[in-house]
């Protein structure tokens, strides 16, 4: 998991509630990511993040917001407007600069349960 | 648009036998391939990958991946399977000629009996 830091480890909201999510890297990455992973199906590109001040839609991005103020720092907030949002989800970062490997990088998770 | 396939959602080997697990991709232009492993509630760890050059990569605890583009595959195989590979793993894709988003496949579920 080295370099990718992820808070909390466990997150439990109540209905209605809106919660965030860090994400915090120190390796100088420029793409961040945010995965939903649920069993039996994978991960989901909720959004991501190529460069500071910009971010797209993935595949599931209803009911989740994102910031990138700073290059090392990516929350994902996920709001009331979300319906399931019980899942575990993931942090990750590319290097995408020139001679960048391509590989990314995960954090730890948080686990989130809506009570 | 690009996708990839595991056609597997769980594989049993016996402890010592070798292990394959299978992976397809498609991508519209030439392929940046991954493997990745996942222990339980952990994030995933990089196994190996495929940009250019040999079709066979060798990875991090004996994994290696070979690349076949005519049958457009990436399956990852280890020659003598331990107990302590069980885990989830993920084949994931990036089109080259695309952007920065790589898909992951539902992954497989990889049990090593003793």
Known sequence: DGGITQSPKYLFRKEGQNVTLSCEQNLNHDAMYWYRQDPGQGLRLIYYSQIVNDFQKGDIAEGYSVSREKKESFPLTVTSAQKNPTAFYLCASTDTGTGGSDTQYFGPGTRLTVL | ?114
Not at chain 2, 31 to 57: A, E, S
Not at chain 2, 76 to 82: C, D, G, N, R, T
């Open chain 2, 1 to 114: 648009a690009q996708s990839v396939a595991q056609p597997e959602d769980q594989v049993n080997v016996a402890e010592g036998n070798p292990l394959t697990v299978k992976c397809t991709y498609s991508v519209s232009g030439n392929p940046y391939l991954f493997w990745y492993v996942q222990y339980p509630n952990r994030g995933l760890q990089f196994l190996l990958k495929y940009i250019t050059g040999d079709n066979l990569v060798k990875g991090s605890y004996g994994f290696e991946a070979e690349f076949n583009k005519s049958q457009t595959s990436f399956h990852l195989k280890k020659p003598s399977a331990l107990v302590s590979d069980s885990a989830l793993y993920f084949c994931a894709v990036r089109d080259n000629g695309g952007d920065d988003k790589i898909i992951f496949g539902k992954g497989t579920r990889l049990h090593i009996l003793p």
